[in-house]
């Protein structure tokens, strides 16, 4: 069920924070759920980041300890509007200050939006085409753009169009993701993909058959739960991609560091 999948990926979230770092508020906020972790210098990954569900609206918000004052006056005034340039703007400009840094100079600023399939009756499976062949990292056809990724020394199975024997689109495994849970026996892992086309291949279709003919086998796979996609905030194109391959949207996320 998709509820029972937001619940998942919420608890997972909501576990790794409580393991790097301290929750230290958990309140509601114009009728929003909202958790604030500090996280220590040894742990975080970003300066400031937060994330919103797209299930309930919760917000979980990571922090280093020094920004704590900065995300209850954040929160309070922005829960209404996360996403928005403005507010980014609005984030940029005051930890820069804070710290001295003058934004987007080289520093990791992401805005990114989460999808996720656990089910293989909800994948588009007449989306896929007969161009598509599964490969591994043995491959013996040219693969014709550099960021298309396929690292040939990680096993894993990859998903790609071939056209005049050349790869031309390719969805990979980017993580694997071990899971310590057990259900009815077996482990639980979840595998993150992502896709890549050259860009005179694009828009006929190809990203989307190959995504849905990895998850094909990914799902087929016994130990394995859940498969994630992660796509830039402002590339509806790579959006518009899970969505088609029949991956719900979990959350939506923007880090800072500075």
């Avoid at 704590?68 to 703007?89: M, P, Q, R, V």
């Avoid at 399939?117 to 588009?124: E, F, P, T, V």
């Avoid at 394995?224 to 029949?246: P, V």
Wanted: hydrophobic residues 30%; contains cysteine; aromatic residues 14%.
């Amino acid at each position: 069920m998709v509820s029972a999948m937001y619940e998942k990926f919420k608890a997972k979230d909501y576990e790794y924070y409580c393991f790097s770092g301290q929750q230290t508020e958990d309140m509601y906020v114009s009728g929003t759920n909202v958790k604030i972790f500090e996280i220590s210098t040894n742990f975080r990954r970003y300066t400031f980041s937060y994330s919103q569900y797209n299930d309930d609206k919760s917000v979980v918000i990571e922090t280093m300890p020094e920004c704590k004052n900065f995300a209850l006056d954040f929160i309070n005034h922005y829960i209404g509007d996360l996403f928005s340039e403005k507010t980014f703007d609005h984030v940029y400009s005051c930890l820069s200050a804070k710290f001295g840094s003058k934004p987007n100079e080289g520093k990791r600023n992401y805005y990114s939006v989460l999808y996720a399939i656990n089910d293989m009756r909800r994948l588009s499976l007449s989306k896929k085409q007969n161009t598509t062949i599964q490969f591994d990292q043995n491959i013996e056809y040219d693969i014709i753009e550099d960021y298309v990724y396929v690292d040939r020394q990680r096993p894993g199975v990859y998903c790609g169009t071939l056209v005049d024997d050349k790869i031309v689109s390719v969805a990979c495994w980017n993580d694997y993701r071990k899971s310590f849970e057990i259900i009815n026996g077996k482990k639980k892992d979840m595998i993150e993909i992502g896709v890549g086309t050259h860009e005179d291949y694009r828009k006929k279709g190809y990203a989307v058959a190959n995504i849905v003919a990895l998850a094909e086998h990914i799902l087929s796979v016994p130990h394995i739960e859940y498969i994630t996609y992660c796509a830039a905030g402002d590339n509806l194109n790579s959006q518009k991609t899970a969505e088609s391959a029949g991956f719900s949207k979990i959350s939506s996320e923007k880090y800072f560091d500075l």
